[in-house]
């Protein structure tokens, strides 16, 4: 019996629609390969908004800059951002990477063995997450750069897409930068990757845009893989222009600090031992993040004398200075510290050399075993002159040496104190790198820089001026032109220091408090104003109402300094009011005039009475008063302690 036409055609169609099933079922999805990248990749090469990678071993290298913490510019290496993360370690790993959105400002920051850079802005960032993928996402097996060429493809690396099947018939469209952030991974990652059902996937050695299609066979739509974002002209010039472009390492804003390393050079040290120093300053350098936002660096070594190898502004970022130390050539000689000490006041920290100003000053002074000359006077000048002297002694005199030393307890005579703060004793130049970290935390607490306040910039100066009858306005203004001028000697503002002004009479009136006057022309201009205004001469209700109306404002960290000016005895007892002065931490200055009595000014002024009572007989011989009193001043704040 024959067959019906139609009988034929449902034989044919089952039989096709079985093929089908039997060539579906042959057709096995490929597993999903981890994509490996190179330690120098940057996120922002890469398109994907999120996507998995592979980092290899050894990103932890420092030329792999990072910029941010927790969150990351995407100029910042992939891998190395990874480690300062502590997602992975040095031996690399897997990773899951996410765009997110640009960042005002990014803070570098020592972590995991990585130090990271501080960044103003960005445009882009990205974070790092452990590689557990979302259930439902699918990653891309090739990542999308935005140039032609992979760094995969440069280290001779081989990928092959994973590529979801289509419905045959459509074209696949190419993916903006802004679609791809916008939209939900899996979908993104779909519509980058999509080929019709037919195609077979080949590797082209010349990568063509998205949607280029070529006739292959006769019969066959083959899409050539390749970049689809930057070469479909879908990112704005202004991405490209900023793509490639250096950002400039600012340094870590919250250590701004000027700072100077005293190297030993001397022919003592040894050739091994000088490069172990030199290690440690590449160390030190590699903590700080040098930057003209943050801290910079110079270095001077010593031996039979000083010599600058490179000032402040020499080198402005933590890579060049690396670069720089590690040129630098023993010197020989002796370890005349001292003599370099007295070098670096005299000509390190000045404007030509890239001195900021307001910016601590630091000096780190590094010796080996002990110097062959005297440090305590000259290191005194130093801190008088606003340095931070810190010292650190490798490998100190022993027992049987110490007869050999010049100066005994060098160091401690050296340092603003004897708190330990300023000081290191290191046992072994092996253990030298145990100091970096505790040394970078020091030198970047700008709180705890005392020494970097001066005489001239750190107190709270309290004027309490006699205005009885006696007086008279002559000479009045005589004592407010002396006033004028101990005023003019101190650096005046907010943070420096600042001025008040209370006279008195049988009452008292608070002329100027510490807060209303911040520049030094608002200051003399106050004094200038203030008018003269007669009657008894209460000394002792005068010191009380300067405590509880003026230094009551006084800020902590500042010194308190009051300077009390009359011609006259007082009619009520300054006995208690001096004492409660002095008990409230005021350093007290007593300047007599004509019928003053001295005794009483003595009992006013702080121990020693010879170095802070003032006596002199006319008010036109005040003047020759301020240098000593600002003198004075300066010695006092330089010999006690202002922690």
Same mark, same amino acid.
């Given at each position: 019996?024959?067959?019906?036409?139609?009988?034929?055609?449902?034989?044919?169609?089952?039989?096709?629609?079985?093929?089908?099933?039997?060539?579906?079922? =042959?057709?096995?999805?490929?597993?999903?390969?981890?994509?490996?990248?190179?330690?120098?990749? #940057?996120?922002?090469?890469?398109?994907?908004?999120?996507?998995?990678?592979?980092?290899?071993?050894?990103?932890?290298?420092? =030329?792999?800059?990072?910029?941010?913490?927790?969150?990351?510019?995407?100029?910042?290496?992939?891998?190395?951002?990874?480690?300062?993360?502590?997602?992975?370690?040095?031996?690399?790993?897997?990773?899951?990477?996410?765009?997110?959105?640009?960042?005002?400002?990014? =803070?570098?920051?020592?972590?995991?063995?990585?130090?990271?850079?501080? &960044?103003?802005?960005?445009? $882009?960032?990205?974070?790092? &997450?452990?590689?557990?993928?979302?259930?439902?996402?699918?990653?891309?097996?090739?990542?999308?750069?935005?140039?032609?060429?992979?760094?995969?493809?440069?280290?001779?690396?081989?990928?092959?897409?994973?590529?979801?099947?289509?419905?045959?018939?459509?074209?696949?469209?190419?993916?903006?930068?802004?679609?791809?952030?916008?939209?939900?991974?899996?979908?993104?990652?779909?519509?980058?990757?999509?080929?019709?059902?037919?195609?077979?996937?080949?590797?082209?050695?010349?990568?063509?845009?998205?949607?280029?299609?070529?006739? !292959?066979?006769? !019969?066959?739509?083959?899409?050539?893989?390749?970049?689809? &974002?930057?070469?479909?002209?879908?990112?704005?010039?202004? $991405?490209?222009?900023?793509?490639?472009?250096?950002?400039?390492?600012?340094?870590?804003?919250?250590?701004?600090?000027?700072?100077?390393?005293?190297?030993?050079?001397?022919?003592?040290?040894?050739?091994?031992?000088?490069?172990?120093?030199?290690?440690?300053?590449?160390?030190?350098?590699?903590?700080?993040?040098?930057?003209?936002a943050g801290p910079l660096?110079?270095?001077?070594?010593?031996?039979?004398?000083?010599?600058?190898?490179?000032?402040?502004?020499?080198?402005?970022?933590?890579?060049?200075? =690396?670069?720089?130390?590690?040129?630098?050539?023993?010197?020989?000689?002796?370890?005349?510290?001292?003599?370099?000490?007295?070098?670096?006041?005299?000509?390190?920290?000045?404007?030509?050399?890239?001195?900021?100003?307001?910016?601590?000053?630091?000096?780190?002074? &590094?010796?080996?075993?002990?110097? +062959?000359?005297?440090?305590?006077?000259?290191?005194?000048?130093?801190?008088?002159?606003?340095?931070?002297?810190?010292?650190?002694?490798?490998?100190?005199?022993?027992?049987?040496?110490?007869?050999?030393?010049? !100066?005994?307890?060098?160091?401690? #005579?050296?340092?603003?104190?004897?708190?330990?703060?300023?000081?290191?004793?290191? %046992?072994?130049?092996?253990?030298?790198?145990?100091?970096?970290?505790?040394?970078?935390?020091?030198?970047?607490?700008?709180?705890?820089?005392?020494?970097?306040?001066?005489?001239?910039?750190?107190?709270?100066?309290?004027?309490?001026?006699?205005?009885?009858?006696?007086?008279?306005?002559?000479?009045?203004?005589?004592?407010? %032109?002396? @006033?004028?001028?101990?005023?003019?000697?101190? !650096?005046?503002?907010?943070?420096?220091?600042?001025?008040?002004?209370?006279?008195?009479?049988?009452? %008292?009136?608070?002329?100027?408090?510490?807060?209303k006057y911040n520049s030094?022309?608002? @200051?003399?201009?106050?004094?200038?104003?203030?008018g003269y205004w007669s009657?008894?001469?209460?000394?002792?209700?005068?010191?009380?109402?300067?405590?509880?109306?003026?230094?009551? #404002?006084?800020?902590?960290?500042?010194?308190?300094?009051?300077?009390?000016?009359?011609?006259?005895?007082?009619?009520?007892?300054?006995?208690?009011?001096?004492?409660?002065?002095?008990?409230?931490?005021?350093?007290?200055?007593?300047?007599?005039?004509?019928?003053?009595?001295?005794?009483?000014?003595?009992?006013?002024? +702080?121990?020693?009475?010879?170095?802070?009572?003032?006596? @002199?007989?006319?008010?036109?011989?005040?003047?020759?008063?301020?240098?000593?009193?600002?003198?004075?001043?300066?010695?006092?704040?330089?010999?006690?302690?202002?922690?």
């Open positions: 019996m024959k067959a019906s036409v139609t009988e034929v055609f449902l034989v044919l169609l089952v039989t096709g629609i079985h093929s089908n099933k039997e060539m579906a079922k =042959k057709i096995k999805r490929p597993k999903f390969t981890v994509p490996q990248i190179n330690c120098d990749v #940057k996120a922002g090469k890469i398109i994907n908004p999120e996507f998995m990678v592979k980092c290899p071993a050894g990103c932890q290298d420092p =030329k792999h800059h990072v910029y941010g913490s927790g969150v990351y510019a995407s100029y910042s290496s992939v891998c190395g951002a990874a480690i300062h993360s502590g997602v992975l370690d040095n031996s690399g790993g897997k990773i899951l990477v996410r765009k997110v959105a640009g960042q005002s400002g990014y =803070k570098g920051s020592y972590s995991n063995g990585v130090q990271s850079l501080s &960044l103003p802005r960005w445009r $882009e960032s990205f974070i790092i &997450l452990e590689s557990k993928p979302q259930k439902g996402t699918t990653y891309p097996s090739t990542l999308t750069y935005s140039s032609s060429k992979t760094p995969a493809a440069k280290a001779g690396e081989t990928t092959k897409a994973y590529e979801n099947p289509s419905i045959p018939g459509t074209t696949t469209q190419p993916v903006t930068l802004t679609q791809a952030l916008t939209l939900p991974v899996a979908e993104a990652t779909h519509r980058a990757t999509s080929v019709p059902l037919a195609t077979s996937v080949t590797s082209s050695p010349r990568p063509q845009p998205v949607g280029h299609r070529s006739r !292959e066979m006769g !019969e066959m739509d083959s899409w050539k893989p390749g970049p689809i &974002l930057l070469d479909s002209g879908f990112v704005p010039k202004e $991405e490209l222009s900023t793509q490639s472009s250096e950002p400039v390492p600012q340094g870590d804003p919250n250590c701004k600090v000027d700072l100077s390393f005293l190297i030993d050079g001397s022919a003592s040290i040894g050739k091994r031992r000088f490069r172990i120093q030199k290690q440690f300053l590449a160390d030190v350098v590699q903590a700080l993040d040098i930057g003209p660096m110079g270095v001077i070594q010593y031996g039979d004398n000083p010599a600058t190898q490179f000032n402040l502004k020499t080198h402005m970022n933590s890579q060049d200075l =690396k670069t720089a130390i590690e040129k630098i050539t023993q010197r020989g000689g002796l370890s005349n510290v001292g003599r370099a000490i007295s070098f670096v006041t005299k000509n390190f920290f000045s404007k030509a050399n890239g001195n900021r100003g307001g910016a601590p000053n630091v000096l780190v002074v &590094l010796v080996d075993g002990w110097p +062959t000359d005297k440090v305590e006077e000259v290191s005194r000048v130093a801190r008088e002159s606003g340095i931070n002297v810190f010292f650190i002694t490798v490998e100190g005199a022993a027992e049987s040496e110490k007869q050999n030393v010049v !100066e005994p307890n060098f160091a401690i #005579k050296a340092v603003c104190r004897t708190n330990g703060f300023y000081s290191f004793n290191v %046992q072994s130049w092996f253990s030298l790198h145990k100091t970096v970290q505790p040394l970078v935390k020091r030198v970047c607490d700008t709180d705890r820089l005392a020494c970097s306040k001066t005489c001239l910039n750190s107190a709270d100066i309290g004027f309490v001026i006699d205005g009885s009858s006696s007086v008279g306005t002559s000479n009045f203004r005589t004592v407010l %032109q002396f @006033v004028a001028n101990l005023s003019k000697e101190f !650096e005046i503002s907010d943070t420096d220091t600042r001025v008040g002004a209370v006279q008195y009479t049988y009452e %008292q009136r608070l002329e100027f408090g510490f807060d030094k022309i608002d @200051v003399l201009s106050a004094i200038k104003r203030v009657g008894g001469t209460s000394t002792g209700a005068a010191i009380q109402y300067a405590l509880e109306q003026l230094f009551s #404002k006084s800020k902590p960290n500042k010194r308190k300094v009051m300077i009390l000016i009359t011609d006259g005895r007082s009619y009520d007892d300054v006995r208690i009011p001096a004492m409660a002065a002095y008990q409230k931490g005021v350093i007290t200055y007593a300047v007599g005039i004509a019928w003053a009595a001295q005794d009483e000014l003595e009992i006013i002024a +702080t121990h020693p009475a010879r170095e802070h009572s003032f006596f @002199v007989d006319e008010f036109d011989n005040l003047h020759k008063f301020v240098p000593r009193i600002i003198q004075n001043i300066c010695t006092e704040f330089n010999s006690q302690p202002r922690n």
